[in-house]
């Protein structure tokens, strides 16, 4: 090569090496969730509740907003997409991004929807995933105030004549039915199911002894059981809790029996898993917040704070539980 040429043999050696950076870095940010997930947060994170304002998740979802948006950095909206038993907006959830900007908040009934809707245009196995196992309640077994059941005992001798005792739901196939159905099951007995359109019309005929129980979560009753409205006659957690003392746990009289309601956080299954750590590492310092805490715990709930594994298998063990339940009482939506 003459010396004339070397200085060009460079230049060219030069853009050469340039222009194949620049196909690397192109490739790389083309991958799926390579720059996003580097980058993120970087813009507003939307939570979508599948469910309506003012339930038992939007509650949740409202209370660890703030902490949430500090801890990202980035404003977090709460979008609710109510019906269809919550598919509407987990089918949403399902078909976002995977960018970690469109995750969702859902609760236990989102176990058990693959067993009433075989039909649902997503698998929640293969198109969505755990991020946080965010908090549990026990569930708890209320009559009203004016009701002759004073004892879970009383409750089940009654229980034993069909057709005579009620028990109302938030709707067909709720966890509220479920846990009933379980507690049933396990004391040998039946009840008439009343399904109502939500917490709230069946809190008000319970109150008004139109019906004559519910098992219904923690966080939903308990005001009623502290101004003396309803009387609760049993929890459905292991051990008795520390908000209601004196109520025992059905454990007590029916060995091994444990029932939570839950809320967790997921997102679409393809969200890098990097993103994914992010988004449980704010959750879980949201969560652990003292103030934040606090007021989950006066509520009603416990603060769990598990990771994704947790949160997966959470599902998976739930969807085999009640499934066979389900099947067993022949349990059905409309």
């Not at 304002?53 to 948006?69: C, F, N, P, S, W």
């Not at 708890?140 to 009654?158: C, D, F, G, N």
């Not at 103030?291 to 603060?303: H, P, R, S, T």
């Amino acid at each position: 090569m003459t010396t004339a040429l070397i200085p060009l043999f460079h230049a060219v050696q030069r853009r050469a090496r340039n222009s194949a950076t620049l196909m690397l870095t192109l490739a790389c940010a083309m991958a799926p969730g390579y720059a996003r997930a580097d980058a993120w947060p970087a813009k507003p994170v939307t939570i979508i509740v599948p469910y309506a304002a003012g339930g038992t998740v939007d509650k949740v979802a409202r209370q660890v907003q703030e902490g949430l948006r500090k801890r990202i950095g980035q404003t977090v909206v709460i979008d609710n997409r109510a019906g269809a038993g919550g598919t509407i907006g987990t089918g949403q959830i399902a078909r976002s991004t995977a960018d970690g900007y469109t995750v969702g908040m859902v609760f236990d009934s989102f176990a058990t929807e693959p067993h009433f809707y075989p039909k649902l245009p997503y698998a929640s196995h293969r198109d969505l995933t755990g991020v946080s196992f965010m908090v549990r309640s026990p569930m708890v077994l209320v009559v009203p105030a004016a009701s002759p059941y004073k004892t879970v005992q009383e409750y089940v001798a009654a229980a034993r004549v069909p057709d005579k005792v009620s028990y109302a739901s938030v709707g067909n196939g709720s966890s509220n039915q479920l846990v009933a159905e379980a507690f049933h099951e396990a004391a040998g007995t039946s009840g008439i199911h009343t399904p109502y359109k939500g917490g709230g019309p069946a809190i008000n005929d319970l109150l008004g002894d139109h019906v004559d129980s519910m098992i219904a979560s923690l966080p939903l009753v308990l005001p009623y059981v502290q101004s003396g409205k309803l009387r609760a006659l049993a929890v459905t957690s292991r051990q008795r809790d520390a908000r209601l003392p004196a109520v025992p746990a059905l454990s007590e009289s029916y060995k091994g029996f444990e029932a939570y309601s839950w809320v967790a956080m997921i997102a679409p299954a393809k969200t890098p898993s990097e993103v994914l750590v992010k988004l449980n590492a704010a959750m879980t310092s949201t969560l652990r917040d003292p103030a934040i805490a606090k007021q989950l715990a006066d509520g009603g709930f416990e603060v769990v704070a598990g990771d994704a594994q947790q949160t997966n298998k959470l599902i998976q063990e739930e969807s085999v539980r009640w499934g066979r339940l389900i099947k067993a009482r022949h349990i059905a939506v409309d």
